[in-house]
């Protein structure tokens, strides 16, 4: 099972909108609604920002949504904060019953 | 509150064995599954597999197959993870994962991690 597509890094100013873009294949993204993504600050453990596609954990802030067409799901992040800089990893359930990673992609806010 | 705590740093060498476990507490043990998710230095995430709270099954990732075995103790609320044949490319920061309690395919709480070096 090959890694999931994320772009290495995106950048945006304080304010601003961001997309990150997280590309599979119809054995996962495309073929099931179970992606999500997590957000993992240096040296911390990821935590779960976006399930079932679309949907936030209690307490985790609207300025994040998620999406998905097709095999490509997306993150969007409004109105940036600098404590949202950080690497953020899309999740998909496959085929094989297993899940897989993106690559990961850096978020840089200038 | 849910805790997920794991057992310290080793050092092996190359073809031994490591066993990491995870404690949990603040919930249900038998209710939740849990995952292994490890992150090599500067890397990305790489999924490793999934465990019923009861043993009953296991997943692993293709990569791992027949190099892993998850394992749980229901007696002491801990699961372990136990990876064979280690070489340098093992070298990776080792996370436990509570699944959320509708699916088990989120990982929600996620351990401190624990550091596995395999000098090469």
């Known amino acids: 099972q090959s890694a999931l597509t994320q772009p290495a890094s995106v950048s945006g100013s304080p304010g601003q909108s961001i997309t990150i873009s997280c590309t599979g294949t119809s054995s996962d993204v495309g073929g099931f609604n179970y992606v999500s993504w997590y957000q993992q600050h240096p040296g911390k453990a990821p935590k779960l920002i976006i399930y079932?596609?679309?949907n936030r954990p209690s307490g985790v802030s609207n300025r994040f949504s998620g999406s998905k067409s097709g095999n490509t799901a997306s993150l969007a992040i409004s109105g940036l904060l600098p404590e949202d800089e950080a690497h953020y990893y899309c999740n998909s359930y496959t085929s094989s019953s297993t899940l897989v990673f993106g690559g990961g992609t850096k978020l840089t806010v200038l | 509150q849910v805790q997920l705590v794991q057992s310290g740093a080793e050092v092996k060498k190359p073809g031994a064995s490591v066993k990491v476990s995870c404690k949990a507490s603040g919930y249900t043990f038998t209710s939740y599954y849990i995952h292994w998710v490890r992150q090599a230095p500067g890397q990305g995430l790489e999924w490793m597999g999934i465990?019923?709270?009861?043993?009953?099954?296991?997943t692993y990732a293709q990569k791992f197959q027949g190099r892993v075995t998850m394992t749980t103790d229901t007696s002491t609320s801990t699961v372990h993870m136990e990876l064979s044949s280690l070489r340098s490319e093992d070298t990776a920061v080792y996370y436990c994962?509570?699944?959320?309690?509708?699916?088990?395919?989120?990982?929600?709480?996620w351990g401190q991690g624990t550091l596995v070096t395999v000098p090469s």
């Open positions: 994962a509570r699944a959320t309690v509708t699916i088990e395919y989120y990982l929600e709480y």
């Open positions: 465990i019923h709270p009861r043993g009953i099954s296991t």
């Open positions: 079932d596609v679309s």
